[in-house]
């Protein structure tokens, strides 16, 4: 009965999000200048399309894109030149190593930083793409919310067997857990979600990103930074404006859980305390049903019904929320597997 009545309140939570949760807004006129700020290291892949993206952007008011090479050992920094063709839109800007106390990423983002000038701060992965209207909506978005930050989910593209079981559990986590009309009206760091991959924040509200300089999960600690010093902010469901593919296998996928999923839960406690939930919700169902309890048959609906209203929300594969006890076999193993790695992580060829 107890795994039925967690399952319940996950499901309800979801269809408050569903019926309640911000949307992004559809006005395109804008009085602020934005930075959109894009760090790249070894992103020679994504160059030609990112820049012929970025030049379709349809930003009614002064807008200027700064990408930084973070010391890419590929040939991303020439085919930037190559793709930017003097277009004076663009800063590209060769980053310096971290210093110490520093992550690639968040120094990256700290030169940016101080490199630009405009009123709203970008940020964008290069992995991302964008709707020629998106910068426009987005901006207005923060504005109608009156949010001093916002992190726009893209919608996860998924290609392969693993992608599906574990990239849609990152939307549905939190649509499961907050009420993301009352959280983003608090300050309280606990109600912190973020995603690093398309985040805007005014700048004064920030200052720089030391106080997130060795963080890993920068965009998770930056939101709670920027709560803890008073500032409002939320997530909000951005598939109609931009998509993400992260991952082209598995083994990448589980690389880039591995330097990240350790750090998740605060704590070896924290850890526990969400590898048991994981299993109650997801896999506990399905040994009651096993044992033929009724109960395990509840609690398994409500949580694939939770899934399939996630999906449906975030343009996800409604398909696979009937293989939810699959997804939660595997992200245990990627939290297990990124606590045995933690140690020796590496990213784009980085020592973490």
């Avoid at 979801?14 to 009085?31: C, D, E, G, Q, Y």
Wanted: include cysteine; charged fraction near 15%; glycine fraction near 6%.
């Amino acid at each position: 009965m107890i795994f039925a009545l967690l399952n319940f309140f996950l499901l309800l939570f979801v269809i408050a999000n569903a019926l309640t949760m911000p949307k992004l807004s559809r006005n395109l006129s804008s009085n602020h200048s934005i930075a959109l700020h894009i760090p790249m290291r070894n992103e020679s892949e994504n160059v030609i399309e990112l820049v012929e993206m970025l030049k379709t952007q349809s930003y009614p008011n002064a807008h200027h894109f700064y990408i930084l090479d973070d010391n890419s050992t590929d040939d991303t920094y020439s085919l930037l030149s190559i793709a930017i063709n003097g277009d004076e839109r663009f800063s590209l800007i060769r980053g310096s190593e971290p210093p110490a106390g520093w992550i690639g990423k968040t120094w990256a983002l700290e030169q940016l930083l101080t490199t630009s000038k405009e009123e709203i701060i970008i940020s964008l992965d290069a992995d991302v793409r964008i709707t020629s209207e998106a910068l426009s909506r987005a901006v207005s978005t923060l504005d109608t919310y009156k949010l001093d930050f916002l992190s726009i989910y893209p919608r996860q593209i998924v290609t392969s067997f693993g992608q599906r079981m574990v990239q849609p559990l990152l939307q549905w986590s939190w649509l499961s857990t907050l009420i993301l009309r009352v959280t983003m009206r608090s300050t309280n760091p606990a109600f912190a979600v973020a995603n690093g991959q398309f985040f805007i924040v005014r700048r004064n509200a920030i200052s720089g990103y030391s106080e997130v300089a060795h963080q890993v999960l920068d965009d998770m600690e930056l939101a709670r930074v920027l709560l803890r010093n008073g500032h409002k902010g939320s997530v909000i469901n951005g598939g109609e404006i931009a998509q993400c593919h992260m991952y082209s296998s598995f083994v990448e996928l589980r690389a880039g859980y591995a330097k990240s999923l350790w750090k998740a839960f605060g704590s070896i406690a924290g850890t526990i305390v969400a590898i048991t939930f994981i299993f109650a919700s997801g896999i506990a169902p399905i040994i009651l049903i096993a044992m033929g309890s009724a109960w395990g048959w509840f609690a398994f609906e409500f949580i694939v019904l939770s899934r399939i209203i996630s999906a449906f929300v975030t343009r996800g594969k409604i398909i696979d929320s009937l293989m939810h006890p699959i997804s939660s076999i595997i992200l245990i193993y990627l939290i297990i597997y990124s606590w045995s790695v933690r140690k020796s992580v590496q990213w784009k060829g980085r020592t973490l």
